[in-house]
C-alpha cells in the first residue's frame, strides 16, 4: 500500500512525508523533486519557460504512474488537485491524506519564500487565501483530513499513522477476520526505499 500526501504549499507534506517514511520502513518520493530531477530544472524555471500548462501535463503524467509504486510515501505539490484527473490518480495510487495546515502558519511560512512560481506576484495574504478558497473543496474531496496546526511534524505523522492502522483494522474486519493488531505499521522493517521510481509511461 502508498500513502499520499496533499495540501497546500508549506503544509508540511515533504517533511512529514520523510518522517511517514522513515516510521513505516516506506519508500518515499516527492512529486516535485522527482519532476525536477527528471526535468533537470527547477520548478520555477519549467513555469517561467514553458509555463504552468507545461508543468502541469508532466505532473498529471506522473500522477498517473504512481500506482505503480508499492510501500511509499508520496507528497505531492500543491497544485497537483487542480489537474481533475488527479484526485482519482492518486486515489488509486494509495490511502490519499489532505494535511490541512493553518492559514496563519502557512502565510508565515512563505513570508520569505522565493522560489514558489505561483507566489511571485501579488500580495501574498491574497494570493494564499484565494488558491486555499479555490482548492479546500478539491483536497477535501482527494482523501481523509488531518489537521497539522500547531502540531510538529512527527506529531502529524503519528495521526497519518494511527489513520492507517484503522483503515487497515477496517479493511481486516471487513475481509471477514477478526481485528489482528497486524495492521500495526510500526512493525515493519524500517530498512529500504529510498526516493521511488515510479517509471511513468
Ligand atoms: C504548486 C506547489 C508547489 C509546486 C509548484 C506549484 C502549487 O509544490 O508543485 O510550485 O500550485 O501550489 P509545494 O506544495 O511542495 O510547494
Redesign the pocket.
Known amino acids: 500500500m502508498n500513502l499520499v500526501l496533499v495540501g497546500?504549499?508549506?503544509?508540511g507534506?515533504?517533511a512529514v512525508g520523510r518522517r511517514l517514511a522513515r516510521r513505516l520502513g516506506y519508500g518515499f518520493l516527492d512529486?516535485?523533486h522527482w519532476l525536477e530531477r527528471e526535468m533537470g530544472c527547477t520548478?520555477?524555471e519549467v513555469?517561467e519557460q514553458k509555463g504552468e500548462p507545461y508543468?502541469r501535463k508532466l505532473?498529471a503524467a506522473l500522477a498517473a504512474s504512481l500506482h505503480k509504486l508499492e510501500n511509499h510515501v508520496i507528497s505531492t505539490?500543491?497544485?497537483?488537485v487542480?489537474t481533475p484527473d488527479n484526485i482519482e490518480s492518486l486515489q488509486r495510487a494509495g490511502m490519499v491524506v489532505f494535511l490541512n495546515a493553518d492559514p496563519e502558519e502557512i502565510i508565515g511560512r512563505l513570508e520569505h519564500d522565493t522560489h514558489?512560481?505561483?507566489l511571485k506576484e501579488g500580495d501574498l495574504r491574497e494570493t494564499v487565501t484565494r488558491?486555499l478558497g479555490e482548492r479546500m473543496p478539491l483536497y477535501l474531496r482527494a482523501g481523509v483530513a488531518v489537521d497539522t496546526k500547531g502540531k510538529s511534524a512527527n506529531r502529524v505523522a503519528g495521526e497519518v499513522i494511527h489513520l492507517v492502522v484503522e483503515r487497515r483494522e477496517k479493511e481486516a474486519t471487513q475481509a471477514g477476520g477478526e481485528p489482528t493488531g497486524e495492521g500495526t505499521p510500526e512493525g515493519a522493517p524500517t530498512e529500504g526505499g529510498g526516493e521511488g521510481n515510479p517509471k511513468p509511461d
Open positions: 497546500f504549499m508549506a503544509s507534506k515533504t512529486t516535485d520548478i520555477a513555469f508543468f505532473e505539490g500543491g497544485g497537483i487542480t514558489r512560481p505561483k488558491l
